[in-house]
């Protein structure tokens, strides 16, 4: 891929992002059975948890890869971008979560089991990056890191059959379900899938960013 | 049997045994661990009297509690294991004495039999305490004996994680609290259960599960902390 294609990119992910937004809001029709407007912030909410997760593997992709490839800094870089991104996007998922729950359930918080797997995966999350800044030893911090993120890949997905059980659910069927059946009206699958594509191009650009302004942050440090 | 596996069983054994026989001459977690659990247990029995009476409450709240206070307690004492190689910095001579996974396995075996004696002692004057009758025994124990091992599994990783680490001890709950919580709901999940009688159903395959991949994750990722 030349310069100028790769400069071409940013703009395409722009035009991308307003597609989405614009179909969200003016293409889909309203899902029935649900208050008002409500049913929009499913665009945003469901491809937010979405990246949230490919962000989480790849994390664990790259520490995978720091430790077992030659324990390279940029593949570490390349983690722990993930896992800011990762957190950044569970945390908005919550938050969109949230705001739909107010409108349909009437309560911010309930303890669904969504909204419970999601906290406890953004807990272990939140260790990682506190396991991070414990650490001063670059070498030795990228190491840990990475073991602790294998870790979660591990543990995390546990709470996905612990937790349904221990509470009742009232979330919404997930768009791909037990008895595959794709329950969804066709322009809203449309811009669902338009979006899952968009953020994970939106995420995969972030996270470049992210790793160059950190391998240039250790540079500076190092000077 | 092959003399690589022998050789690395010798080294795990020859862990195991100088675990205890330091934690015999100082006593350091055992004192710990005993005195914290029997010191929340009766804080928690006398604040609250014999719960165990009424049935639908301690169905509910007394599972909980129970690994609540083993948890914590195990916080207290395990990360002790590696804390201490730190100290008296014999880290380096167990580096060239046993390879990385024979050493975690003697560590983990350790820390699980510590904890299995501890829950030993603490269960049963749980139950006399808080006047609680389980009917399933045998589920009972079944749960004690895989939670105390998962919790000693999980701990002894971490806790060679976060010895190696700036503030070691606030750094090891940080850390360890999430990787344990599947385990310590299934235990409660099974622990309800065995209290209020009914079938263990698929959380026991679950927590058995987990204590298996916790104990594989940790011996092939173990080399990776302990080896710079």
Redesign the interface.
Known sequence: MNASMKRALPYALWLGMALCIWGAFFYAPLAAAFIGQSSRILFFHVPLAWTAFIAFFTAAFWSAVYLWGGRKARHDRAAAAAVELGFLFGVLATITGSLWARIMWNAFWNWDPRQTSIVLVLLFYGAYLALRSAVADREARARFSAVYALIGVVVTPFFFFIVPRITESLHPEPVINADRHLDMEARMFQVLLGSFFTYTALFLWMHNLRSRLMALAERAHAD | MSSATSSWLASAVAVFAKDWRCELRSRYALHAIALFAVTTLVVASSSLGPLGADKSQAVTVLPALLWLILLFAAAAGLPRAFVHEEEAHTSAALRLAAPPSALFAGKLAYGASLLLGLEALIAPLYLALMSLDVPSPGLFAATLLAGGYGLAA?SS?IAA?AS????RST?FS??A???L??LL??AI?LTRNAVAGQPAG??LP?LLL?DA??TV?GLM?FP??WN?
Not at chain 2, 164 to 167: N, P, V
């Open positions: 999980g990783l994680l190696q680490a700036r503030g750094l940080v850390l609290f999430p990787v919580l599947p709901l299934l999940e698929v959380a679950q987990y991949s916790v994750a990722l990776f902390v710079p």
